[in-house]
């Protein structure tokens, strides 16, 4: 009697792994879209808590706070402002001149106690910063990705390129605003939209996502979400240009920054209303424009 072995031959085994290897290719991008869809719900989320802390803290203070404080936001900006509104009133108390100097975001120990950290309530993990998510040339004080409306036009907040400017719920250099000042009326007016994390490149620290900085920590609304038009910042070594991954830059004295992500198809915003939205690339220009002007009064339609 022949007695014969159980088992595979080559040919089957090489076509269990081809099986195995298909569904694995089937099986990746349906991975990859369930955790974006989750990256991206966990982003609105961050807007949310956003927009109700620059609610609640409206409700004790009278006013939404100014885009920044000082020249250039060397005393803080917003970010310094809704910290105790978003668990984190340890760092804002010691957080040392904000407002009033004569210490800056850039001064120690504000540096070391709190513009070096990360607010994970600021953060997208959608956009996970790949080891960009500090500025070396600028003491290593961290990168976030949440800006608010800074208006219609550039950082100076007046007319550019025959656009005239239409208000904004925040405004520079100290200059604060309440909701009632929102005369196009919060549900047609932005209040805070993602940005992604500039890419440093040696001498080159790409200051967009550093939110602790006046011209970082605003979006304007001149150009659209995503916009291939480069995003503008006044100095060479502020602005790395990288369009084929979504940041186009060029220097020029007008900062203006645009509303970006890294979500297929678009941007989430946080609308003064308190209410949260995806906003299409594809939006009309015109709409988006209203949507970034707080008393511009034109009638905001997609």
């Not at 803290?57 to 900006?77: K, Q, V």
């Not at 760092?91 to 210490?103: D, E, H, I, S, V």
């Not at 208000?167 to 805070?192: E, H, K, W, Y």
Request: aromatic letters at 8%; a positive charge; one cysteine or more.
């Amino acid at each position: 009697m022949v007695m014969r072995r159980k088992g595979f031959t080559l040919i089957e085994l090489l076509v269990v792994i081809a099986i195995i290897a298909v569904l694995v290719g089937l099986l990746v991008p349906a991975v990859q879209k369930v955790r974006e869809a989750a990256n991206r719900m966990s982003c609105s989320n961050n807007l949310k808590q956003i927009g109700l802390g620059m609610h609640n803290l409206h409700l004790n203070e009278g006013s939404l706070p100014a885009s920044d404080y000082a020249a250039g936001g060397s005393w803080g900006t917003w970010q310094v402002a809704i910290l105790p509104y978003l668990e984190q009133d340890n760092l804002f108390k010691l957080y040392q001149g904000f407002k009033a100097g004569p210490l800056g975001y850039s001064s120690a120990p504000n540096t070391t106690n709190v513009t070096q950290r990360f607010i994970k309530t600021l953060q997208c993990p959608s956009d996970s910063g790949s080891g960009n998510n500090t500025a070396p040339n600028f003491a290593n004080i961290s990168k976030h990705n949440y800006v608010v409306n800074a208006g219609n036009t550039v950082r100076l907040q007046g007319t550019f390129n025959g656009v005239i400017f239409g208000g904004a719920p925040f405004l520079r250099n100290g200059v604060t605003q309440r909701l009632t000042d929102i005369t196009d009326g919060t549900s047609n007016t932005l209040m805070a939209s993602e940005t992604i994390v500039g890419i440093n490149n040696g001498a080159t620290n790409d200051l967009r996502g550093f939110t602790w900085w006046g011209p970082g920590a605003v979006f304007h609304g001149f150009n659209g979400p995503n916009s291939p038009s480069p995003d503008y910042h006044q100095f060479a070594s502020y602005c790395n240009n990288q369009p084929l991954l979504g940041l186009p830059c060029a220097v020029n004295s007008n900062v203006q920054l645009a509303a970006r992500s890294r979500h297929a198809g678009g941007v989430n915003s946080a609308v003064c209303d308190g209410s949260v939205r995806f906003f299409a690339n594809g939006i009309n220009l015109a709409a988006w424009r209203a949507f970034s002007t707080s008393t511009g009064g034109e009638v905001v339609s997609e």
